[in-house]
């Protein structure tokens, strides 16, 4: 491809620094990105240089550029098909790269024949020009640390204060409320899933659950993860998430945050002589071998071979028994049929996570 063809084709990079900026609007790049291409392809069509294609970095933070995956695409395509003359940002802020990054960038963008246009700031190609970049691009780094630290500060004072800067883990639910006229960010118990953490740690407390075997239950008691865009109905809590949750000081009403922990506002879901009993067993129930005996017992193969509680004896406790019925609910049991036609899981066996 001859340099004057070259020189008339643009790429755009296109970019927010956070999720919650892409996550602002109905549109599903928020409202900045769409913002980002108008510029600039109204800055290019200025120009008279045909876009040939864009690289919108969504929800990326962070000074350097190794974070960026579509930053690096777009170099290693300008690297090594030689096809572009122009990277177009509507401003050198937009990049929010260190100094050392900005220097080597802009380099090698020079020796490539390709140059920045910044739709918002002051760029030419003389040493006045390179005088002034280096002077934002310094100003930049400094904004985007200065900016972190505060966030960060911020973030750590709400902790101290007993809120929770982060997404609740699961169980809870991030809300919001207004308290004269300013919207808070709370956490609230999710009634959804609250229960079956609540079971989580009482059955593990028992000795008689690997974490294999309580994944296995509560996945079958029809516990899923929230929501999301990628998996509207949840997915299964793996059994890692198990081992984190029976570890997470959050749920007898602690809130960490850097290394450093404060009693949460929020309303725990288990005491914390629980939570210790569960720790217990954690370290030395791996590689046990399971009794049987009621909670053994607690799961019965049925016909299609699924397994589901069967009340034994009446030994079901208070706590277990809104889990009990709702699982016997989902497999369709019904409570007339006899042990023979409902077979009992009764085997032993050695745990392994």
Not at 71 to 97: H, P, S, T
Not at 209 to 219: E, G, I, N, W
Not at 304 to 333: C, W, Y
Request: include cysteine; charge should be positive; proline fraction near 4%.
């Amino acid at each position: 491809m001859s340099q004057e063809v070259r020189a008339k084709r643009a790429v755009l990079y296109l970019r927010v620094s956070s999720r919650g900026q892409v996550q602002a609007d109905y549109d599903p790049e928020g409202n900045s990105i769409p913002a980002q291409r108008k510029a600039c392809q109204r800055r290019a069509e200025g120009l008279g240089m045909e876009v040939v294609d864009e690289y919108v970095e969504p929800g990326k933070s962070g000074l350097t550029v190794d974070g960026r995956p579509k930053f690096l695409e777009m170099m290693a395509r300008i690297r090594n098909e030689k096809d572009v003359g122009a990277i177009i940002v509507y401003a050198r802020l937009r990049m929010r790269w260190d100094i050392a990054d900005a220097v080597i960038t802009r380099r090698e963008l020079k020796k490539l024949g390709a140059q920045l246009v910044s739709i918002m700031d002051y760029i030419d190609d003389s040493h006045v020009g390179d005088l002034v970049t280096a002077i934002l691009d310094g100003v930049n780094e400094y904004q985007s640390r200065a900016s972190g630290a505060e966030v960060a500060y911020k973030m750590g004072t709400k902790a101290a204060n007993g809120g929770t800067p982060y997404q609740a883990p699961i169980g809870f639910r991030n809300a919001g409320e207004t308290v004269e006229g300013r919207e808070i960010r709370t956490v609230s118990v999710d009634e959804e899933r609250a229960p079956f953490i609540r079971i989580m740690f009482e059955l593990y407390a028992s000795g008689t659950y690997s974490l294999k075997k309580l994944q296995r239950a509560v996945t079958d008691a029809g516990l899923r993860t929230r929501p999301s865009k990628r998996c509207p109905a949840g997915r299964e809590v793996p059994m890692y998430t198990v081992g984190t949750i029976l570890r997470n000081r959050y749920y007898f009403g602690r809130v960490t945050f850097k290394g450093v922990e404060h009693q949460g506002r929020h309303e725990p879901l288990v005491s914390q002589e629980l939570f210790d009993r569960v720790q217990e067993v954690l370290p030395e129930a791996q590689h046990r071998a399971v009794h049987t005996g009621f909670f053994g017992r607690l799961f019965v193969a049925v016909e299609d071979g699924d397994r589901v509680p069967r009340v034994i004896d009446n030994q079901v406790t208070e706590l277990l028994e809104p889990l009990v019925s709702a699982m016997r609910s989902r497999a369709g049991i019904d409570q007339g049929k006899t042990k023979d036609q409902i077979g009992w899981g009764t085997k032993t066996r050695t745990q392994t996570n």
